[in-house]
């Protein structure tokens, strides 16, 4: 048996809209821990690990571990219907997830369970020279600056202070914040200064993270894959990694 029932129906669509940014399906595990999802987008350069937590829940039932395929682009589609205010109460039933929708009146979506192969996908154990925590909105802005001139964005992180940067033809912008004159950077913990530069398409993905969380991590170095952690307290956690973009001669 499983059921859950969740109050704050814009989290849980905002979760399933983020997911949706890198892949179409997956094959999500239910247990007492909540929710789990770990999936590479086709391109095979982005991962996505993802936990619903079950105190994000209002009541959270689960009497064994299971894992289930599903198409997340038809979950969206179902989720385009939730405004926000409503209750959603999820469930198995048979061999398709129930989605009931409950505000002023009750509503019933049924989708198929799909038998998706499964993938060994293991969350890559990685080693990090810079540890930046920021608030969201500020990568999110940066990102969004650099691609007014670029397709990628260069992450600089030195002792003092961090650093994005986006290079166009003949243009260049700069993001600088240094921890003693800004709020906005929380902590910067650099072992090494570290220099590396990744896709601004897939970080326009990634930054809609921002809705879940007010804060993030970013843990890279010198032409290393990139992983961001959006964590929400008692809700959601969130990570992505992504592959660096190297210069080659």
């Known amino acids: 048996m499983f059921k859950a029932v969740i109050d704050n129906s814009k989290l849980f669509k905002d979760s399933i809209n983020l997911i949706n940014e890198l892949v179409g399906e997956g094959i999500f595990e239910i247990s007492t821990d909540g929710i789990k999802l770990v999936a590479m987008d086709p391109a095979s350069v982005a991962m996505i690990v993802f936990h619903l937590l079950p105190s994000a829940f209002s009541t959270y039932t689960v009497d064994e571990s299971k894992k289930i395929g599903l198409s997340i682009d038809k979950l969206k589609d179902v989720l385009r219907r939730v405004t926000g205010t409503e209750r959603i109460i999820i469930s198995l039933v048979d061999a398709n997830l129930l989605v009931e929708i409950q505000d002023t009146y009750h509503r019933k979506f049924s989708l198929p369970l799909l038998d998706l192969d499964p993938q060994d996908l293991r969350v890559p154990a990685l080693e990090f020279n810079a540890v ?73 993905k990634m930054i809609k993270a921002s809705k879940l969380a007010e804060n993030l991590t970013l843990n890279f170095k010198k032409d290393y894959p990139l992983r961001l952690d959006y964590t929400s307290v008692n809700q959601l956690k969130v990570s992505f990694i992504l592959a660096p973009r190297v210069e080659t001669d």
């Not at 002792?159 to 243009?171: I, T």
């Not at 902590?187 to 200064?193: C, P």
Request: aromatic share 6%.
């Open 132 to 204: 930046v925590e920021l608030k969201s909105d500020v990568l999110k802005n940066g990102v969004e600056d650099a691609g007014v001139l670029s397709d990628s964005i260069i992450l600089h992180a030195f002792p003092e202070k961090f650093v994005m940067s986006g290079r166009g033809d003949n243009s260049d912008v700069t993001i600088e914040l240094d921890p003693t004159t800004s709020d906005a950077l929380v902590n910067l913990d650099v072992k090494e200064e570290s220099s590396a530069k990744y896709s601004i398409e897939y970080l326009n």
